[in-house]
């Protein structure tokens, strides 16, 4: 089997963070990150623009992020941490955004570090800053809570979701994800860095991958389906906004390129453009039965003739902006409706104790 250095820094780093094993991880770490930064400042450089001096607001590989929290239903979640402007998660693995002023709706987004807001060289730069302050705008002031982790598949934002929705009410869930699904995990099954027999009885390895896309479409489509139960039965809207994807990029730059070709050895790459796909066509027709929305952003970073990725994952401020103002277009239309049909809860508290 091919070694993917990049694709492995990013399985080692998710398993030494939570295990602590950062001697095990640190060799890789130093050998990707290189490649990653490279991206990352050159989105800045080919638009004319300085380079932040503080670089992803999360550090490079999430290196101001610390261990995560180990967490008795998503196994993980990120830890309380607090730098101002960069990064703000509470002790209960939130973030926030507030409008200024006085807060009509709730939305409760889930998700992975993508969801999370990661690459972002700040909080004000993250598309889900981008999404308050265009609802704001619009006249639609509201409350974002996000509730994602590193490396999260959709069966972890599940078991999240139902005490948020509980203790949030949200007018609307948004699950941003899609893609770790597929890409995460030794099967379908299991989790990052989570060690599973082999196919052909060789040594597991982090980099190991059974080629199950079939299975993690299946499953991934499972899991929104009991996410849409659970939040019609909440009260709640919900949106499925299936995330932007380098795979899915039709003119990528020459560094996009490579970030593309390593990430990708250890992947089959037709079989995982055929099931994004399959779940980009799944997802559309599930909006037929009611009760959910589906928003395809797989593709919406297409138009940006300068590097926006730093893997098949994550995109900067640039692509922060343009997901930000496509999912706040189909939001205000979102909340809008809920206030025709009365479903709206513009008089409950806040996440923070305060009314509305």
């Given at each position: 089997?091919k ?5 492995l820094v990013?399985?080692v780093?998710v398993?030494?963070?939570i ?7 640190r ?5 990707g ?12 450089l080919?638009?004319g623009?300085?380079v932040?001096e503080s670089?992803?607001r999360e550090?490079?590989?999430?290196a101001?992020?610390?261990?995560k929290?180990r967490?008795g ?5 990120e830890?309380?941490?607090h730098?101002?402007?960069l990064i703000?998660?509470?002790?209960l693995?939130?973030?926030y ?15 992975g570090?993508?969801a ?6 700040g909080i004000?730069s ?6 308050g302050?265009?609802l704001?705008?619009r ?8 509730v ?13 979701l139902?005490p948020n929705?509980?203790?949030l ?12 699904d ?15 027999a082999?196919?052909d009885g ?11 896309y079939q299975?993690?479409v ?5 899991n929104?389906t009991a ?6 039965a909440?009260?709640a809207?919900?949106?499925v ?32 453009a055929?099931s994004?796909g399959?779940i980009?066509k799944s997802l559309?027709g599930?909006?037929?039965s009611?009760?959910f ?6 593709r919406?970073?297409?138009t940006?003739?300068e590097?926006?990725?730093t893997?098949?994952?994550?995109f900067t ?6 997901l ?5 277009d189909?939001?205000?239309g979102i909340?809008?409706?809920?206030v ?10 806040s996440?923070?104790g305060?009314?509305?």
């Amino acid at each position: 089997m091919k070694k993917s250095i990049f694709t492995l820094v990013m399985l080692v780093m998710v398993a030494a963070v939570i295990g602590g094993a950062w001697s095990l991880a640190r060799k890789y770490i130093n050998r990707g990150e290189d490649l990653n930064k490279k991206a990352w400042e050159s989105s800045y450089l080919e638009r004319g623009l300085p380079v932040p001096e503080s670089g992803p607001r999360e550090g490079y590989w999430g290196a101001r992020l610390g261990e995560k929290v180990r967490d008795g239903r998503t196994v993980w979640r990120e830890p309380e941490i607090h730098l101002a402007g960069l990064i703000d998660i509470d002790g209960l693995g939130r973030q926030y955004y507030r409008s200024a002023g006085e807060v009509k709706y709730r939305i409760l987004i889930m998700g992975g570090s993508v969801a999370s807001g990661a690459n972002a060289s700040g909080i004000p730069s993250t598309y889900f800053s981008v999404i308050g302050d265009e609802l704001e705008r619009r006249g639609l002031p509201v409350e974002i809570v996000i509730v994602a982790a590193g490396a999260w598949k959709s069966s972890q934002e599940l078991r999240a979701l139902e005490p948020n929705l509980q203790t949030l009410r949200p007018d609307l869930v948004v699950f941003l994800n899609g893609l770790n699904d597929l890409t995460n995990g030794s099967t379908s099954l299991t989790l990052y860095g989570e060690p599973t027999a082999t196919q052909d009885g060789s040594p597991w390895s982090v980099l190991y991958h059974a080629h199950d896309y079939q299975q993690r479409v299946s499953d991934y489509l499972s899991n929104i389906t009991a996410a849409r139960k659970m939040t019609v039965a909440g009260g709640a809207s919900l949106l499925v906004a299936l995330q932007p994807s380098l795979t899915e990029r039709s003119r990528r730059t020459p560094i996009e390129e490579r970030l593309l070709e390593l990430t990708l050895e250890s992947h089959a790459p037709d079989a995982l453009a055929t099931s994004y796909g399959a779940i980009r066509k799944s997802l559309a027709g599930m909006t037929r039965s009611g009760n959910f929305s589906f928003l395809d952003c797989s593709r919406v970073l297409d138009t940006e003739k300068e590097t926006v990725f730093t893997d098949i994952w994550h995109f900067t401020d640039f692509g922060h902006r343009a997901l930000g103002l496509f999912m706040a277009d189909k939001i205000a239309g979102i909340l809008k409706n809920r206030v025709d049909t009365g479903k709206d809860r513009s008089n409950q508290t806040s996440a923070d104790g305060r009314r509305h």
